[in-house]
């Protein structure tokens, strides 16, 4: 069974600081990574999708890369702001409805 | 409206009451699913609807009914839960395929008594 881990479970950095997120997964044979954005008590927000043939995606201050042949994916974040305090779920997709989940990494960034 | 839209937003039951929560997809999609967020550990998929019909169920305890009445709505039909069943429960919709990404509503708030 496919399982997804995500570290540090949580991290604090000031503003303005670039960060990386780190999500690994235990079997290779994925179709896609996805990450999303989850604000406390609310739904989940995609960010970026990378389809296994893919090695990044951006979008804005956002970068994420896949190396699925080892198993992980970052996400990078450029340039940290207050606004970007939430939690990090990344998700990989293993057949037409199987999506496991990582629990995520908390992220508050200190003004 | 527009996206995933899903309500009630919180939901408190005992554990005799029967209550349903109900989501819907503004998008065009043609699959559904119900997934329950527990504090500390990973969404779980609960059931899966593709073309109104459900292709997967993870062993999700009978009190938890689901029903898909067309390609736009879903709901998710509770009796007799447990406190054990407090938690988010997101709907998320996509089109039916491999490769594409699943869009999540804002989620329902259930706490049980």
């Known amino acids: 069974k496919q399982e997804v881990t995500q570290i540090p479970a949580a991290l604090s950095v000031p503003e303005g600081e670039n960060l990386v997120l780190n999500c690994s997964f235990t079997?290779?044979?994925?179709?896609?990574l996805q990450w999303f954005r989850q604000d406390p008590g609310k739904g989940l927000t995609s960010l970026l999708l990378?389809?296994?043939?893919?090695r990044e995606q951006t979008s804005g201050r956002l970068n994420a890369s896949l190396d699925k042949s080892s198993g992980r994916s970052t996400l990078y974040i450029a340039a940290s702001q207050p606004g970007d305090s939430a939690t990090y779920l990344c998700?990989?997709?293993?057949?037409?409805?199987?999506?496991?989940f990582g629990t995520g990494t908390r992220l508050t960034v200190i003004p | 409206e527009t996206g995933v839209t899903q309500t009630p937003r919180h939901l408190v039951m005992g554990m005799t009451n029967k209550k349903s929560l109900k989501c819907e997809q503004h998008?065009?999609?043609?699959?559904m699913y119900w997934y329950k967020q527990s504090a500390k550990k990973p969404l779980e998929l609960m059931f899966v609807?593709?073309?109104?019909?459900?292709?997967e169920n993870n062993s999700v305890p009978s009190r938890f009914s689901p029903e898909c009445p067309n390609s736009s709505h879903l709901f998710l039909h509770l009796h007799t839960l447990q406190p054990e069943d407090s938690a988010l429960y997101l709907c998320?919709?996509?089109?039916?395929?491999?490769?594409?990404?699943?869009?999540f509503g804002p989620g329902t708030r259930l706490t049980v008594l």
């Open positions: 998320a919709s996509s089109l039916q395929s491999s490769y594409n990404e699943q869009f």
């Open positions: 079997d290779s044979a994925i179709y896609n």
């Open positions: 990378i389809q296994s043939s893919q």
């Open positions: 998700a990989v997709k293993t057949g037409a409805n199987n999506l496991f």
């Open positions: 998008l065009g999609h043609n699959a």
């Open positions: 609807y593709s073309l109104e019909e459900r292709v």
